[in-house]
């Protein structure tokens, strides 16, 4: 019987990331990583666009990774970029069928760096923002939604802390952390959907 091993696969796509990175330092396309301090912080972001009274909501939908960062790999090949993307083109086209202007920061395969992506929000004035992202798991029976809101009192039990600073260290490039606490808008949130059924080794 075969058995899934997260470390690996994990390992393996934190250091794709990482080698992304250090491939746009050193090429230099992008000044805010070139620099040898972190990106902006949210003090350094656009200000929101100003909303009309009466205006329509919107919503920015964000499919996550794209381009050379794949997400999670199904068993049968499926990349979770491809799958978040198509569902962000569904949820635009239900959302605009109701009368909500929805937006995508990505409508292809690329990749779009977080602070970029902050920065589309803005410019569109976001009254929402929703990143959507697909979990991999090895049972085929797992099903359902994972929802995280942002919270302006951050972490809520030692072990949430403790997590949260642990992913946090993956955005360390050769030692030093590229990128600080950025705030999307006052109103977030994460979706991760059914899961993606990942092969065993």
Known sequence: MSTFKPL?????????????LAALTL???????????????????SKP??????????V?????????DTGAIGRNGSKEKHVVLAIAKNVRSILRNHGIDARLTRSGDTFIPLYDRVEIAHKHGADLFMSIHADGF?????????????SNRGASSAMAKYLSERENRADEVAGKRR???ITYCSKCCLIWCKPILLKTA
């Open 60 to 68: 920015v939908l964000d499919p996550g990774h794209g381009g050379i």
């Open 49 to 58: 666009k100003a909303k009309k009274s009466g205006g329509k909501r919107v």
């Open 138 to 150: 090895t049972n085929p029976k797992a099903a359902g939604a994972s929802v995280f809101a942002l």
């Open 8 to 20: 690996k696969t994990l390992t393996s796509r934190r250091q794709v990331l990482k080698a992304g």
């Open 27 to 45: 090429s230099g396309m992008s000044q805010a990583i070139a620099k040898d301090e972190p990106l902006k912080t949210s003090n350094g972001h």
């Open 179 to 181: 990128l600080t606490r």
